[in-house]
């Protein structure tokens, strides 16, 4: 077989040209067994009607498989000219011959320098978009802390606001004067709280 991959054949065809002979070897050898294997059926119902024949079975297998083995030699040996004239002459595309699709590199063509040019600049492209990606990744990471932290101050907000409320409702005017109230009466509770502890432990000592 051919180690050419010819891969534009394959584009065409939808198969590579190698695929295409190795089916028709394959096919070849199954129609030569199943043909062999009917011979000799009919041969065996022959020396069947012939009596005192001194061919067996065995001889008449013996003989089918070294029939097949010759025919397969000589198949392999024109095979392998048909593969090659099939592979060079008409399975194979001329190549000043362009597929449809491929039309347009006759407007478009491009030398060497060219080539390699384009290729730098996908290179460079491929690296803007990554560069770009990973940006998009870092600000994405930083919209989801920003949205955390303002999650964190309005709570605080909502916090002060209802620190406020309480103020009001104890006569103060404002947030600071609120505050001050606040701090006051935490005051007034750590030492009611100390005061507390005291007793308990003066009536545990008692």
Same mark, same amino acid.
């Not at 030492?191 to 000592?205: H, M, Q, Y």
């Given at each position: 077989?051919?180690?050419?991959?010819?891969?534009?054949?394959?584009?065409?065809?939808?198969?590579?040209?190698?695929?295409?002979?190795?089916?028709?070897?394959?096919?070849?050898?199954?129609?030569?067994?199943?043909?062999?294997?009917?011979?000799?059926?009919?041969?065996?119902?022959?020396?069947?009607?012939?009596?005192?024949?001194?061919?067996?079975?065995?001889?008449?297998?013996?003989?089918?498989?070294?029939?097949?083995?010759?025919?397969?030699?000589?198949?392999?040996?024109?095979?392998?000219?048909?593969?090659?004239?099939?592979?060079?002459?008409?399975?194979?595309?001329?190549?000043?011959?362009?597929?449809?699709?491929?039309?347009?590199?006759?407007?478009?063509s491009y030398n060497e320098e060219?080539?390699?040019?384009?290729?730098?600049?996908?290179?460079?492209? +491929? $690296?803007?978009?990554?560069? =770009? !990606?990973?940006?998009?990744?870092? *600000?994405?990471? /930083? #919209? @989801?802390? +920003? $949205?955390?932290?303002?999650? =964190? !101050?309005?709570?605080?907000?909502? *916090?002060?606001? /209802? #620190? @406020?409320?309480?103020?009001?409702?104890?006569?103060?005017?404002?947030?600071?004067?609120? *505050?001050?109230?606040?701090?006051?009466?935490?005051?007034?509770?750590?030492?009611?709280r100390k005061n507390v502890e005291?007793?308990?432990?003066?009536?545990?000592?008692?």
């Amino acid at each position: 077989m051919s180690v050419d991959p010819m891969t534009y054949e394959a584009q065409f065809f939808g198969f590579t040209p190698q695929t295409c002979m190795l089916r028709i070897y394959i096919a070849f050898q199954d129609y030569l067994f199943e043909v062999m294997q009917d011979v000799e059926q009919v041969i065996l119902k022959k020396l069947d009607g012939i009596p005192d024949c001194e061919i067996s079975p065995v001889q008449i297998r013996k003989y089918t498989e070294k029939f097949i083995c010759f025919m397969k030699g000589c198949f392999d040996n024109l095979f392998g000219k048909m593969e090659q004239l099939f592979l060079q002459l008409i399975l194979r595309i001329p190549p000043n011959v362009l597929l449809p699709e491929d039309k347009s590199q006759e407007t478009h063509s491009y030398n060497e320098e060219e080539f390699h040019f384009l290729q730098k600049e996908i290179e460079q492209l +491929q $690296k803007k978009y990554k560069t =770009e !990606l990973c940006t998009k990744q870092a *600000l994405l990471a /930083e #919209l @989801e802390e +920003q $949205k955390i932290i303002q999650a =964190e !101050l309005k709570q605080t907000l909502s *916090l002060f606001d /209802e #620190l @406020e409320n309480v103020g009001r409702d104890h006569g103060a005017s404002d947030f600071r004067e609120g *505050l001050v109230f606040l701090i006051q009466n935490s005051g007034k509770l750590r030492n009611i709280r100390k005061n507390v502890e005291k007793e308990s432990k003066r009536l545990k000592i008692s």
